[in-house]
């Protein structure tokens, strides 16, 4: 089983400022990485898939990057909605694993 | 526009077994593009993948489930279900469906917005 360790555990942060959230494989999942993000009291949404697509509706301050072992989120500047935990999931290797997340939060 | 929702007892008894139904409207499980799938939160902690339903019918489970866990379609009702047998306080936790996108090796969205099961002894 892959093992996905994400860094840091808590990222505090002030609106307008860029958020860097990093997942790590324990083997290489190539691309095969997705980014969630779940707001308080809400199911998951997807953000990115393929290590750098965007999902349907999710604003361009949000991007991905990484391939192998390495991936970072990164959002740009940001808005107050964008507040919430992260986890990113590998789709490489069965079975699929998430990472234990990122909490994003106010500072 | 796909929508998931779960639906099902959010109370079950200890060794007993727990089923839930999520039903998909805005499009039809038998898309042979998509996964159904089943994943857990417990209270406060992270996600764990269970398992689903690939377009031709075949299912994969997460191992760690030990054989407990079963997901079945229902195309008549464009619905999907999963069963866990023998459940214990661990299986405390959110329930969510989702479609998986990506054919044999999946991502995921949209989500339902999940059922809570608490396991009582």
């Known amino acids: 089983e892959i093992v996905l360790t994400q860094s840091p555990g808590i990222l505090s942060l002030s609106p307008g400022e860029r958020a860097t959230l990093s997942c790590r494989a324990s083997?290489?999942?190539?691309?095969?990485l997705a980014w969630y993000q779940q707001r308080p009291g809400q199911a998951p949404r997807l953000v990115i898939y393929?290590?750098?697509s965007r999902a349907n509706g999710i604003p361009d301050r949000f991007s991905g990057s990484g391939s192998g072992t390495d991936f970072t989120l990164t959002i740009s500047r940001l808005e107050p909605e964008d507040f919430a935990v992260f986890y990113c999931?590998?789709?490489?290797?069965?079975?699929?694993?998430f990472g234990q997340g990122t909490k994003l939060e106010i500072k | 526009q796909l929508q998931l929702q779960e639906s099902g007892p959010g109370l079950v008894k200890s060794s007993e077994t727990l089923s839930l139904t999520c039903t998909v409207s805005?499009?039809?499980?038998?898309?042979?593009?998509?996964?159904w799938g089943w994943i857990r939160q417990p209270p406060g902690k992270g996600l764990e993948w269970i398992g689903g339903?690939?377009?031709?019918?075949?299912?994969y489970y997460n191992p760690s489930l030990k054989s407990r866990a079963t997901i079945s379609p229902d195309t008549s009702s464009n619905q999907f279900s999963l069963k866990l047998t023998s459940v214990t306080a661990a299986d405390t936790a959110f329930y969510y469906c989702?479609?998986?996108?990506?054919?044999?090796?999946?991502?995921?969205?949209?989500w339902g917005q999940g059922a809570v099961v608490t396991v009582s002894s």
């Open positions: 805005g499009g039809s499980i038998t898309n042979s593009n998509y996964y």
């Open positions: 393929g290590a750098s």
């Open positions: 083997q290489s999942v190539g691309t095969s």
């Open positions: 339903l690939y377009y031709d019918g075949s299912a």
């Open positions: 989702a479609r998986g996108i990506g054919g044999r090796y999946v991502w995921l969205g949209p």
């Open positions: 999931q590998q789709y490489g290797s069965k079975p699929y694993t």
